[in-house]
């Protein structure tokens, strides 16, 4: 009975945390009887998944044991990223990660791999941040005149002096071979915590920063103002393309929508074209144009749309969320007549 005990929680730790490097174990990685130059591609694009994935919650603050969207510790940030990317698990904590990787020389450190630091005094290892090439490296950082999810590079002082050890992640890149990785920002020279201009991890790399976006949405409309409370006054629903991108020098989101939509209390049928902007999916604000076919005129829309939490999955982002818009063409043309609610549930990819 022990030994079957103990065969039982060595299929269960395997289970739970894949071996380092991570050679096997996930959807992507090469089948063992793979080509060396198949297993190349497989760990090239497995690294840019999960450095891409690391790169969509830059700016997101920091949170002591967070594993969310909403705020992220450092090793919360490491396994939530190779999550997202691999769907593996890793272990929780910065030295929990220290123990699982192969450690190796800072100079054999690749995109993808996981850099360590001792920050507190103890002489322990306690940050951990991702390798992006260039010595530089994606972290959640606690401390400092800048926190949550951030790139800084190794030939700042702080990070120097605190250095602790790299691990290697994937398998260790054949002689000559460069990962080509997402776009990520430099520090200035100066330090001074402004950032530069876009630049890849390698040479006229292209933009691998930016996420082209496609998502549906459906709701019922809602007016709390109405005489008679029938507050269900119609139904709406969203078309969107969208650009998640950081070109601007700050990761915001620009998208166009159809909104297609039916008022119950008119009769009548709406087709809104907008525009929206937002620091990230989960507050957006949108306003464009409004064809009516009741009068066969243009009018027009703005308002602002929330979500409190986003779902990720492997086919795309789930989220329920709510709107609140101003219709210019009210019935009495004022405020309250013209305002609309609505609440339902939103569905976006990712184009590339």
């Known amino acids: 009975m022990k030994f079957i005990f103990l065969v039982n929680l060595f299929l269960l730790a395997i289970r739970l945390f894949a071996a380092a490097p991570l050679e096997s174990g996930y959807p992507l990685a090469p089948r063992p009887t793979a080509s060396p130059e198949e297993k190349q591609r497989a760990y090239q694009e497995a690294r840019n998944r ?24 450092c090793s919360g940030f490491i396994c939530l990223s190779f999550n997202d990317a691999l769907g593996v698990n890793l272990p929780r904590s910065a030295a929990g990660l ?31 941040g991702l390798y992006l090439g260039n010595r530089r490296f994606i972290h959640s950082a606690s401390i400092g005149s800048r926190t949550g999810v951030i790139i800084n590079t190794l030939d700042e002082g702080s990070w ?10 994937f398998p260790e890149a054949a002689d000559g071979y460069v990962p080509v990785t997402v776009n990520t920002r430099t520090r200035n020279s100066n330090n001074s915590g402004g950032w530069g201009g ?56 620009f998208g166009l929508e159809l909104r297609p939509q039916y008022d119950g209390q008119l009769g009548v049928f709406r087709l809104p074209i907008t525009l929206s902007w937002g620091l990230n999916d989960k507050l957006r604000i949108f306003a464009g144009p409004v064809f009516d076919s009741g009068t066969n005129d243009w009018y027009g829309i703005a308002g602002l749309s929330l979500s409190p939490f986003i779902l990720k999955t492997n086919g795309g982002e789930f989220a329920p969320y709510a709107e609140a818009a101003w219709l210019s063409n009210s019935i009495n043309n004022d405020l309250l007549s013209g305002l609309r609610f609505s609440t339902g549930l939103r569905w976006t990819i990712r184009v590339n």
């Open 50 to 73: 999960v450095i891409s994935a690391a790169m969509r919650y830059e700016n997101t603050p920091y949170r002591y044991g967070g594993i969310t969207a909403a705020g992220l510790d």
């Open 98 to 128: 220290y123990s699982w990787v192969e450690k190796i020389p800072l100079e054999r450190i690749q995109p993808g791999d996981l850099i360590f630091f001792k920050t507190d005094g103890t002489g322990r290892v306690t940050h951990v």
């Open 160 to 169: 120097t002096r605190n250095y602790a050890g790299s691990g290697r992640v």
């Open 198 to 253: 876009l630049q890849g991890s390698r040479e006229g790399g292209t933009n691998r920063n930016t996420r082209l976006l496609a998502g549906i949405a459906a709701a019922p409309t809602l007016d709390f103002f109405t005489a008679n409370g029938d507050y269900v006054v119609g139904f709406n629903s969203q078309l969107r393309l969208a650009v998640d991108t950081a070109f601007f020098g700050k990761r915001m989101i």
